[in-house]
């Protein structure tokens, strides 16, 4: 079992930025591929970001490539997601998640976090 913490989220007015982290506690948080969704009122959930064991590859989606950025710190069991440029439509609950496969598709990831709230506020 892997427990998932996410922080960091809050208001923000667009074109601003923010960083969520995500503390991992349980099984050996470097053995896991992580990735972060979202989901909007609404809406789908959607896949963000996502980065290997150890950190080397990432993806991202399209809508936020070259503007979110994720990262991990293995010695200290958490996952980050610094986000620049922030549009309106970023606002969302984020949620980290740990798999065995740093890909876009939700159901082959096996942990989630309870999620954060990232605002934009015109």
């Known amino acids: 079992q892997v427990q998932l913490v996410e922080s960091g989220g809050g208001l923000v007015q667009a074109v601003g930025s923010l960083r969520l982290s995500c503390s991992a506690s349980?099984?050996?948080?470097?053995?896991?591929?992580m990735g972060w969704f979202r989901q909007a009122p609404w809406k789908e959930g959607e896949f963000v970001a996502a980065?290997?064991?150890?950190?080397?590859?990432?993806t991202y989606a399209d809508s936020v490539e070259g503007r979110f950025a994720i990262s991990r710190d293995n010695a200290k069991n958490t996952l980050f997601l610094q986000m620049s440029s922030l549009k309106l439509e970023d606002t969302a609950v984020y949620y980290c998640?740990?798999?065995?496969?740093?890909?876009?598709?939700?159901?082959?990831?096996?942990?989630w976090g309870q999620g954060t709230q990232v605002t934009v506020s015109s």
């Open positions: 349980g099984r050996t948080f470097s053995g896991y591929a």
């Open positions: 998640a740990a798999g065995r496969f740093s890909d876009s598709i939700a159901t082959r990831y096996d942990y």
């Open positions: 980065c290997s064991w150890s950190g080397s590859r990432t």
